[in-house]
């Protein structure tokens, strides 16, 4: 049988951006999704290629890669209002 949800424990980050250090797209795409999600009232992580190699092998060419409720949403740049849209979905 499932357990009930604990009240107490975060969800877990909707938003997911993979990138690396060092990366002016990186950092461009880190505030644009820092912004959002702030004004939503989510969260995000980061992930790095350099520390994971199965994100290199997939994601290198296309970095910073967003990720919204774990399926691919941009790559290279973050539209602001395209990450509301959405966030404004249900988690899937």
């Given at each position: 049988m499932p357990s009930a949800p604990d009240p107490d424990r975060a969800p877990d980050p909707r938003v997911t951006l993979i990138g690396k250090p060092g990366c002016h797209l990186c950092d461009d795409a880190r505030a644009v999704i820092t912004a959002v999600t702030a004004e939503l009232g989510e969260?995000?992580?980061?992930?790095s290629v350099l520390d994971e190699p199965d994100l290199m092998a997939r994601y290198a060419e296309e970095i910073p890669v967003t990720l919204v409720?774990?399926?691919q949403h941009d790559f290279w740049r973050?539209?602001?209002?395209?990450?509301r849209a959405a966030l404004g979905r249900p988690r899937a």
């Amino acid at each position: 049988m499932p357990s009930a949800p604990d009240p107490d424990r975060a969800p877990d980050p909707r938003v997911t951006l993979i990138g690396k250090p060092g990366c002016h797209l990186c950092d461009d795409a880190r505030a644009v999704i820092t912004a959002v999600t702030a004004e939503l009232g989510e969260t995000f992580v980061e992930r790095s290629v350099l520390d994971e190699p199965d994100l290199m092998a997939r994601y290198a060419e296309e970095i910073p890669v967003t990720l919204v409720d774990g399926r691919q949403h941009d790559f290279w740049r973050v539209d602001a209002d395209r990450l509301r849209a959405a966030l404004g979905r249900p988690r899937a």
